[in-house]
């Protein structure tokens, strides 16, 4: 199988490792702020999977706490990366098991994608400790990379076992649930003083709504879990994926979890860089906005970016050519950009509305086809 | 914008760096334990472990009551908290001296049953066993009763009795 085996670019995991080391600090942060707020969870009520024996003392686990957190920090800078975010990760799974009162699927998640990101060859890239020269050059940055595997095959599960366990709980797929959730989100914003229209309140409140915005998320959760592995269909996945998390932030208290899936969605992008090309004639001021804007708001990497020479000039101010080798200019250039830009990826299928039927497709002689088709 | 070393380095091996044989075998046993961890959640209360997100939108309002040695009624805990005396010493008693979880903590107000009833139902049985072996000896309490109102997903309205008795 050539995913057992398969060596790719790098540089996208070292993005990842120096990310999830940023959550995994705010997530030690928070439990830090929790032990100093209602004290050592071991003299209280708790519940631990591992026998007592093995519950640590205050003082080992603000020690252990600590060791998370450094290692948390070293998966930022890059130093011993990977052996700090496995020490972070394991320690934070550990202090798990000590207390399943403290347990939070969230949490759970981030721990897991810390530990898998560990197992990758991150430390290739996002090196911040080096400075300036913190990306290796493409030869060393090529690795296998089967550990990115696992970091799909953890979001597909967990997909999987969300949508699974709401598809077989008749009060999920009758909307009796959501209908409860969307009253408690009402209730919650009427109590902090916002007052949301009529109108809004009804809609959200009808269980027709509640119903459909059931059947909706299950099956979103359950489509993704295999869309997200087909390059025809993986692109439109992701933003789905996207837009249901968007939701869920702002509908629900779910702490860092839609942030840990953005991350981890990153698992789901074409590992190779700049196989797309932004050709600008920055004689115009159209050309020289979007170099900046690409410059400033590519972090995946996806473009080359590269001046028309005037002979060239004349098929337009700005030119996208997509890894396949087809142009795209005019109308066509918003959506093209956004469809590889993080910053712009929600709005991508709006400005897609905005290409013209027939847009004018060269197809190049050059370019190489990838894996995924995105990203 | 990647910014790439202009001089090769020799990339430091992590001994996270795992050999293709190992590699394959990480990636199995991972799969396999994640499974096992996923698939034994759905028999556990709380369903921990099982990425059962939003799984009920389930209410409980707890009444805590004492069981005490002179008298057969059981007392009713006001605001979570009573006062107990032993050899003519008294003592103030707070369920959230003990109960930190904020689910659990929550006293005769209807509460969000995160995770799902039966869970709560499950943490909370252990929460009383867990207080009533804390209190020391000596004192007129001799057991907990939680009087639990549930509330499945909005309907089934139902009455829950846990109790924990000093042993």
């Known amino acids: 199988m050539k995913w057992l085996d398969e060596e790719r670019d790098a540089y996208l995991l070292g993005l990842m490792r120096c990310l999830l080391g940023v959550l995994l600090c705010i997530q030690t942060w928070d439990r830090v702020d929790e032990l100093l707020t209602w004290g050592y969870f071991g003299s209280v009520f708790h519940l631990p999977l591992v026998p007592e024996a093995l519950v640590p003392s205050e003082l080992v686990y603000r020690l252990l706490l600590g060791l998370e957190g450094v290692g948390a920090l070293l998966g930022v800078v890059g130093w011993y990366g990977r052996e700090g975010l496995f020490a972070g990760s394991s320690i934070g799974i550990y202090l798990m098991l000590c207390d399943r009162l403290q347990f939070h699927n969230n949490r759970f998640a981030l721990l897991l994608c810390g530990f898998l990101c560990a197992f990758c060859p991150s430390d290739r890239s996002f090196l911040l400790y080096r400075g300036k020269r913190r990306t290796l050059p493409l030869a060393a940055r090529i690795a296998p990379t089967l550990p990115r595997r696992l970091i799909q095959f953890q979001v597909s599960l967990l997909y999987l076992s969300s949508g699974g366990g709401k598809a077989l709980d008749p009060d999920w797929r009758s909307g009796q649930t959501m209908l409860l959730r969307f009253q408690a989100g009402i209730d919650e914003a009427v109590q902090a003083g916002m007052r949301p229209p009529h109108w809004f309140v009804d809609f959200l409140t009808s269980p027709f709504v509640a119903s459909l915005g059931s059947k909706a998320a299950i099956s979103l959760e359950l489509g993704l879990v295999v869309a997200l592995w087909f390059a025809r ?22 702490e860092l979890f839609s942030f840990l899936m953005g991350v981890a ?29 690409v410059r400033s708001l590519d972090w995946l990497a996806r473009f080359r970016i590269e001046e028309l020479a005037p002979e060239g000039v004349g098929g337009g101010a700005v030119t996208v050519v997509e890894r396949g080798g087809a142009r795209r200019s005019g109308r066509a250039v918003p959506a093209a950009l956004a469809r590889a830009l993080p910053a712009g990826f929600l709005v991508w ?7 013209p039927r027939r847009p004018a497709v060269v197809p190049a002689t050059t370019g190489a086809g990838s894996e995924a088709g995105h990203g | 914008m990647t910014k790439e070393s202009a001089t090769a380095p020799s990339v430091r ?14 990636a199995a046993l991972y799969v396999g334990v994640m499974l096992c961890v996923v698939v034994s959640a759905q028999f556990r209360p709380d369903r921990v472990f099982g990425f059962q997100m939003f799984n009920e939108s389930s209410t409980m309002n707890i009444h805590l ?13 006001v605001n979570g908290e009573f006062l107990d005396a032993t050899h003519g010493a008294p003592r103030l008693f707070r369920w959230t001296e003990r109960v930190h979880d904020p689910t659990l903590g929550k006293l005769d107000q209807p509460t969000h049953a995160k995770y799902g009833l039966e869970g709560q139902l499950f943490r909370l049985g252990l929460a009383l066993d867990d207080f009533v072996a804390w209190m020391p000896n000596g004192f007129d309490t001799v057991g907990l009763v939680a009087v639990v109102e549930t509330l499945k997903n909005g309907r089934n309205p139902s009455v829950v009795r846990l109790q924990s008795v000093r042993r």
């Open chain 1, 233 to 254: 269909t993986r692109v439109a996945a992701l933003w789905a994926g996207a837009m249901f998390h968007v939701f869920i932030q702002a509908s629900a208290r779910v």
């Open chain 2, 13 to 26: 091996r992590s001994w996270l760096e795992l050999g293709p044989r190992a590699r394959v075998a990480f």
């Open chain 1, 349 to 355: 299928p709006v400005l897609a509305l905005f290409v």
């Open chain 1, 265 to 293: 969605y990153v698992a789901f992008v074409t590992p190779e860089l700049r196989e797309r090309t932004l050709l600008v004639d920055v004689r115009t001021r159209a050309g020289r906005v979007t170099k900046a804007l």
């Open chain 2, 65 to 77: 009551f004492r069981r005490v040695r002179s008298t057969k009624r059981l007392v009713p805990i």
